[in-house]
């Protein structure tokens, strides 16, 4: 693919990366700050111009008219927005993705979206010229909610929802400590595929022989029911939550109170091609407690007025005299999402070493993960990570559907779907199998309501819709199913 982007900052830095692990691709990056341009020069193997991006000239000196798509990720919503309108006035079938931080531009296109959802079904241009809006706020918010709703652990919901893909540790003296992953078979009859195992800082796709051993972290995927059961496994006990502290009520915090407390339903990317119907409704969860602590006074009242159902203080959360005439260390969750991840960090791993025994902590990209399991902290999410990966879903090709980051970015999974000119048709999952490159995880037949979990005798044949996981970067899989010679 031909690809354009606009803003040369982490996310346009890091997708870049992304893009250029992928052989094939070819990068063009623009942006006018010249000490960005000068410092990538010498680490990116790809064009880069230093000058306004959303300057038709410069687009066309940069291919635009021949590009596959267009991703604008400065730090200006509008110019974001601008570049893309322009782009689709002329040139109409390059794709374009941007990301938007302003939640009131994204929610508004959201709600006319929906309101003339009829006629953005029909051959109508996207709204603003933009295919796919990003908004970050909503992509953190979500994962964390997806944390929370699943035992407060490191969730993946995949294919329609029912199978999830979450990490679990393995505790010293659990049945699982100390088998074969082949065996761990004979401890349950649920179906439940172990996708990845970390041991210390390294990672890996598994096979039968692998040891599963106390303190690995190993990547579970089974249909949603069935994960007590397999936590109980491993040495973890149930977690029930009762009293909830959320630490931060930005837009960030809010929109966590809003999908935890029921004020809202859950909103992923909005595809600006129509395709907004058919959400997944978010569960409301019952807290006995919910707790919000702020600083700021101005975001405090607004709280008070949103939330009547929690306690509101406009308090310092590091202030151990507040902490412990509220009694917040006997909290069963604390959700760290202010804007100062490193805070997040510190106060979560705080709350832990006081005995909470889940949290949940808001932090700048996946570096900092390995560092936030270190500090016990049981769930980060990187917020910058999820912009990537969700403009990354849009970038593999006509037949990719999404692609997520798991293990520190080490693998990813990607739904994508089987077509006509695949090389992989009518064969079984045992015929193309290489061990520790990829795994097959999920598979949808056409007509079919639900998905499955594959086995080495699944066929496949074409409009399948497969969820597999393989080395970051890695397109040896995705070439065989999408027919690519």
């Known amino acids: ?36 341009v000068n410092s990538l020069r010498d680490t990116l193997d790809c064009t880069i111009t230093y000058a306004d991006g959303n300057d038709l000239q410069t687009l066309e000196d940069a291919g635009i008219s021949t590009a596959d798509a267009l991703v604008a990720v400065t730090e200006d919503d509008e110019v974001n927005m601008i570049t893309c309108s322009l782009v689709d006035a002329i040139y109409p079938d390059v794709l374009k993705i941007a990301r938007v931080r302003n939640y009131a531009y994204y929610m508004n296109t959201n709600k006319t979206l929906a309101h003339h959802a009829e006629t953005f079904k029909k051959n109508h241009r996207p709204l603003y010229g933009i295919d796919y809006m990003i908004n970050p706020d909503v992509e953190a918010a979500q994962a964390i909610v997806n944390a929370v709703e699943h035992g407060v652990s490191d969730v993946m919901p995949l294919g329609d929802g029912s199978y999830e893909l979450t990490t679990i540790k393995i505790n010293a003296g659990s049945k699982v400590d100390g088998i074969a992953l082949k065996d761990m078979r004979k401890l349950t009859d649920k179906q439940v595929i172990v996708v990845f195992v970390e041991k210390d800082d390294s990672s890996s796709l598994p096979v039968g022989d692998t040891i599963l051993n106390a303190g690995d972290s190993i990547g579970v995927l089974s249909h949603r029911d069935n994960l007590d059961e397999i936590r109980q496994m491993c040495g973890e006990g149930e977690r029930k939550i009762k009293k909830t502290v959320l630490v931060g009520v930005g837009r960030i915090g809010t929109l966590v109170a809003e999908m935890l407390l029921g004020n809202s339903t859950k909103q992923k990317k909005i595809p600006m091609l129509a395709k907004i119907l058919g959400k997944k409704k978010t569960t409301k969860k019952t807290f006995q407690r919910f707790l919000i602590v702020d600083s700021d006074k101005e975001m405090c009242d607004m709280a008070v007025n949103k939330f009547p159902d929690a306690d509101i203080f406009q308090e310092d959360i590091t202030d151990e005299n507040f902490i412990h005439e509220e009694e917040l260390d006997k909290s069963d969750l604390c959700i760290c999402a202010t804007h100062n991840h490193e805070l997040n960090l510190v106060v979560a791993s705080y709350f832990e070493a006081l005995g909470v025994k889940n949290t949940v902590a808001l932090i700048t990209n996946s570096a900092y993960s390995s560092i936030a399991e270190k500090m016990g902290v049981n769930v980060a999410v990187p917020i910058r990570d999820t912009v990537v990966d969700s403009i990354m879903s849009h970038l593999r090709g006509e037949n990719v559907r999404e692609v997520h980051t798991v293990s520190t970015g080490g693998f990813e999974i990607i739904e994508c779907d089987v077509p006509s000119k695949s090389h992989v048709l009518g064969k079984t999952l045992k015929e193309i199998a290489k061990p520790g490159k990829f795994l097959m995880l999920l598979i949808q037949k056409p007509g079919s309501d639900g998905y499955a979990l594959v086995n080495g005798n699944t066929t496949l044949n074409v409009g399948d819709h497969v969820v597999l996981i393989q080395e970051s970067g890695s397109k040896e899989i995705l070439e065989l199913i999408s027919g690519k010679d």
Do not use: H, P, S, Y
């Open 1 to 36: 693919m031909k690809i354009v982007i606009v803003g040369a900052g982490f996310t346009g830095t890091q997708l870049a990366k992304r893009l250029l692990n992928d052989a094939g691709n070819k990068v063009t990056l623009i942006d006018n700050n010249i000490e960005n």
